[in-house]
């Protein structure tokens, strides 16, 4: 899962379109302050163990949440950060699962997967406000500089 | 390069703080109406042939921003996009080539590269309002579905 975590003064969405592959029963409109916009793609590899690759992100969103001290994420789905995608069907089943993990210590809205959405962020720009990860199965990070994945930082 | 393209009903930045990697003489705080914001990271394979990254860029820009109807770039660095990047010095002078290749055609700005900024961002959310692309030298794409380099769309 590639994730980019923005700490910012608004996040707000409006769905504007349906793509083939929306989502249905969605918020149609939402927004949230002082929050982190949680951009998401689901990649293909995450397909070998998606709920590792959800704890990994949910962990990920909390020691980001507690450092910049907010209380609040919103879940926005993101192909472009990702040229390998998981298909629609894991990717929502995935992103479900993140809202479901962290609900129960921050609060959370999620923006639908598969829609044409307009959005509107205003990014804080204190130097921890925006983070970037790429997770993959097997609880590692996969950076260039890291081929290997690594399992020490994090054991279930 | 990987390219992030949005069209936006506004995008506005301030630089923050310095990282050590900033660039000097910048424009601290800058916005645009009706733009396309332009996020960029430069990546270490763009290095092997700069100049040619950067007329696939333009070129790509150019033809989005006739796509969607707009006479304006944002180009944004935003290293973010890349877990492989280039040298900071190689990124900047990519950076600033694609500012001068696209200011014979088209209302540009850019943001300094190597600052924390706080940025406001209002994506327009229509079926073309965000696309992306990682471009490599030799003129091809590199996607999971087109691992060879193919030269067909883009002939210097
Ligand atoms: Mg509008």
Redesign the interface.
Known sequence: MRL?LIHSDFIEY?A??KTAMAEEDIIQKDSLDEAIAAFCAVESVDEEDLMDVVIQAADEILKTAEKVGSARVMIYPYA??S??LASPKQAVMALRALEEKLSGSIEVKRAPFGW????????????L????R?LVPGGGE???AKKEVTREWFVL
Chains 1, 2 share one sequence.
Do not use: I, R, V
Request: with cysteine.
């Open positions: 980019l409006e504007q379109k472009h950060l040229n390998d044409y959405k307009s959005f509107n962020l205003s990014c804080k720009g204190h130097p406000s925006e983070l970037s790429t996969d950076t260039p």
